[in-house]
């Protein structure tokens, strides 16, 4: 049974062939809606319907995806990395301070510390929002930084 680390571990999403199919298919995306509004209503839309599904589920049921079996409640962590990390990109793009909840980040630190192996230095003082936009490269590491993280500073980013 998989851990949510273990959906970011998988070796293809290092591949440039695996980020080029992922900026396809959402160019793919981006080109069936007529503007920003109807993006935001299919998102919402999508979003709301598996919140249902997933609030009347049994989340510890097996779900199988195709590179093996992962709880549900597992599952749907990955799935709030990816709305979180999205949310980010927005943010930078309307350049406004990221608005991920403290209560998504959370949820998502143990994934990162799983990911990374251990707690990050602490002279780095990162706080949960801060690991997680360096750790899915939304922000690039410093000097100071990769010199602190010693020989994780590869690692980074934990999650693209």
């Not at 959370?106 to 251990?118: A, F, M, N, Y």
């Not at 949960?128 to 590491?141: E, N, S």
């Amino acid at each position: 049974m998989h851990e949510p680390a273990d959906y970011y571990r998988r070796p293809e999403r290092g591949t440039a062939d695996y980020h080029q199919g992922i900026v396809e298919h959402t160019q793919r995306l981006a080109t069936a809606f007529a503007d920003g509004p109807a993006a935001a209503r299919l998102l919402a839309d999508r979003g709301g319907a598996a919140l249902r599904s997933w609030g009347a589920a049994d989340l510890n049921q097996v779900v199988k995806l195709a590179h093996g079996a992962i709880r549900l409640s597992d599952y749907v962590v990955t799935r709030l990395i990816s709305h979180a990390a999205h949310g980010v990109d927005l943010a930078i793009s309307l350049h406004r301070e990221p608005w991920t909840t403290p209560a998504a980040l959370t949820v998502i630190r143990p994934v990162l510390l799983s990911l990374l192996g251990h707690e990050p230095p602490a002279q780095l003082s990162w706080d949960d929002a801060t690991l997680f936009t360096v750790a899915t490269g939304r922000r690039r590491l410093g000097e100071s930084e990769r010199a602190a993280l010693d020989g994780k500073a590869p690692l980074f980013p934990l999650i693209s």
